[in-house]
């Protein structure tokens, strides 16, 4: 993987080569953004660049299949069928290359998924801390540098993380730590201490919208997909590969804001809601991920429309008795940030294998209150 494969995030594309050309390499680095922009991605991709200092065609090759001898990689594991008991990233690297060349920009629930854990909470503890520790002791294969790269460093536990320290502080002669994380407050303050932080923003519009359309997508669909995308070219691509839920992500959204706005005050509304949580807890965990994020983006788009901002809206609804327009003056400064939290909270949990018929009555009973919120 190298840099002109990733999308987007010239500056810091940019700043990284300077600091190899420039013999400016620190130690222990820490890269930081949100999920689906391509910080894994640039990780390695900068991780090559180094190993590829001192090395041919033979060892680019090698680090962009992820089986260079001076490539290292920790992230979280826990037992599945394959390994029953003490699991570390050396027992799954078959499976981390296959994910990391179908879906370099997948997510932490996308890695549990692929390895069959996506029922259990993933980490990294000491015996990973001390696989590290034993990889990097050893003489580098070429004679440059050694890289680890730690995939959501802020799943270390603190055990992990503390046996760490010293060699984050005091590595072996050029060998580079470059730590990946989504949430710096996660991560030990002693940790970040030792690290050089390099932060990443959000992907543009244009920049999604030039990734979507070098798959074949036309102009129009990638330019509509970019701007539901919010930053992040993963969930372009979920969009892109979902776009026929959207159908039956319309019928329930229309029902759900419907029983809703009816609920309040009335008891009979109540037990609609009560079956809408059913019938949406019934399908995956994925499924409910997707249509909780299509609200998202629907309750954005009546927000920009109760305030004129009519050139940002691009949703349309085939189900003609229901008009975005008589929708949006319901949605504004006073309820969209509770509306979004609670959303993105139920998103949370149902990540993390919460019961979905409780997660979801509880959002549609919060809903209910915050949709008449003056």
Same mark, same amino acid.
């Given at each position: 993987?190298?840099?002109?494969?990733?999308?987007?995030?010239?500056?810091?594309?940019?700043?990284?080569?300077?600091?190899?050309?420039?013999?400016?390499?620190?130690?222990?680095?820490?890269?930081?953004?949100?999920?689906?922009?391509?910080?894994?991605?640039?990780?390695?991709?900068?991780?090559?660049?180094?190993?590829?200092?001192?090395?041919?065609?033979?060892?680019?090759?090698?680090?962009?299949?992820?089986?260079?001898?001076?490539?290292?990689?920790?992230?979280?594991?826990?037992?599945?069928?394959?390994?029953?008991?003490?699991?570390?990233?050396?027992?799954?690297?078959?499976?981390?290359?296959?994910?990391?060349?179908?879906?370099?920009?997948?997510?932490?629930?996308?890695?549990?998924?692929?390895?069959?854990?996506?029922?259990?909470?993933?980490?990294?503890?000491?015996?990973?801390?001390?696989?590290?520790?034993?990889?990097?002791?050893?003489?580098?294969?070429?004679?440059?540098?050694?890289?680890?790269?730690?995939?959501?460093?802020?799943?270390?536990?603190?055990?992990?993380?503390?046996?760490?320290?010293?060699?984050?502080?005091?590595?072996?002669?050029?060998?580079?730590?470059?730590?990946?994380?989504?949430?710096?407050?996660?991560?030990?303050?002693?940790?970040?201490?030792?690290?050089?932080?390099?932060?990443?923003?959000?992907?543009?519009?244009?920049?999604?919208?030039?990734?979507?359309?070098?798959?074949?997508?036309?102009?129009?669909?990638?330019?509509?997909?970019?701007?539901?995308?919010?930053?992040?070219?993963?969930?372009?691509?979920?969009?892109?590969?979902?776009?026929?839920?959207?159908?039956?992500?319309?019928?329930?959204?229309?029902?759900?804001?419907?029983?809703?706005?009816?609920?309040?005050?009335?008891?009979?509304?109540? !037990?609609?809601?009560?079956?809408?949580?059913?019938?949406?807890?019934?399908?995956?965990?994925?499924?409910?991920?997707?249509?909780?994020?299509?609200?998202?983006?629907?309750?954005?788009?009546? !927000?920009?429309?109760?305030?004129?901002?009519?050139?940002?809206?691009?949703?349309?609804?085939?189900?003609?008795?229901?008009?975005?327009?008589?929708?949006?003056?319901?949605?504004?400064?006073?309820?969209?940030?509770?509306?979004?939290?609670?959303?993105?909270?139920?998103?949370?949990?149902?990540?993390?294998?919460?019961?979905?018929?409780?997660?979801?009555?509880?959002?549609?009973?919060?809903?209910?209150? !915050?949709?008449?919120?003056?």
């Amino acid at each position: 993987m190298t840099f002109e494969k990733i999308l987007g995030h010239q500056s810091v594309k940019k700043y990284l080569q300077e600091n190899i050309e420039n013999g400016r390499i620190a130690h222990a680095q820490l890269f930081i953004g949100e999920e689906g922009i391509g910080v894994l991605p640039m990780a390695i991709a900068y991780a090559t660049q180094i190993i590829c200092l001192e090395g041919d065609e033979n060892t680019l090759r090698k680090c962009e299949n992820l089986s260079h001898p001076d490539l290292h990689f920790a992230f979280p594991t826990a037992t599945n069928s394959k390994v029953k008991k003490d699991p570390v990233s050396s027992l799954f690297m078959e499976e981390w290359r296959g994910f990391v060349s179908e879906n370099p920009y997948g997510t932490i629930f996308d890695w549990y998924q692929h390895i069959g854990i996506e029922n259990k909470q993933g980490n990294m503890g000491v015996a990973e801390a001390k696989e590290i520790t034993d990889k990097l002791a050893l003489k580098s294969f070429e004679g440059g540098y050694k890289v680890m790269v730690i995939w959501m460093a802020e799943l270390m536990n603190t055990e992990c993380a503390n046996k760490l320290l010293k060699l984050l502080e005091e590595p072996p002669a050029k060998t580079i730590f470059i730590l990946v994380s989504q949430n710096e407050h996660q991560i030990l303050t002693t940790i970040l201490s030792r690290c050089q932080i390099t932060r990443f923003s959000k992907l543009g519009d244009a920049t999604i919208k030039e990734g979507l359309m070098q798959r074949g997508i036309s102009t129009k669909q990638a330019t509509a997909i970019a701007l539901r995308a919010q930053g992040n070219y993963k969930r372009a691509l979920n969009l892109l590969e979902n776009q026929s839920d959207e159908t039956i992500f319309e019928e329930w959204f229309i029902r759900w804001v419907r029983t809703a706005f009816r609920a309040k005050g009335n008891k009979a509304s109540i !037990l609609g809601l009560l079956q809408w949580s059913e019938e949406i807890s019934s399908r995956g965990r994925e499924m409910q991920k997707q249509f909780l994020d299509y609200c998202l983006e629907i309750f954005r788009q009546a !927000l920009l429309l109760n305030y004129g901002a009519n050139e940002l809206i691009y949703s349309q609804f085939q189900d003609t008795s229901f008009q975005l327009e008589k929708f949006a003056p319901f949605i504004h400064h006073n309820n969209i940030e509770a509306i979004q939290n609670e959303i993105e909270t139920a998103i949370y949990h149902i990540e993390r294998n919460g019961n979905g018929k409780v997660i979801l009555t509880d959002l549609s009973i919060k809903l209910t209150r !915050l949709l008449h919120t003056k």
